[in-house]
């Protein structure tokens, strides 16, 4: 008996929390938002580090290039083109019959 209220009260608690019709963020927002903070982080940390030659400071700007490439590359999407589908089912020779 102490099974199944058991189960009965986490199967609550997973309906309350995942309850249908619920608003869900948008994962791929905050996924390009994370990616655009520690990009940030990351350039900060770079620039607040002290350089005494010339080959450092190169250095620091082939990185900082290459952070914002990797941001501005992470926020474009491929567009897939919905006119070329295999047809379904596939046609068959004519030695099959």
Known sequence: MFVVIRSVFWLTVAYLVI???ADLPDTGAMAAQAMANGSQVVAAQI???PCDSL???GGKAV???TLQQ???ASTVK???PADKIAPIPRPRPDRAG
């Open 19 to 21: 309850r249908p019709g």
């Open 47 to 49: 620039q607040a580090m």
């Open 55 to 57: 080959q450092c400071v």
């Open 63 to 65: 990185l900082a290039a």
């Open 70 to 72: 990797s941001a501005a």
């Open 78 to 80: 491929a567009a897939v």
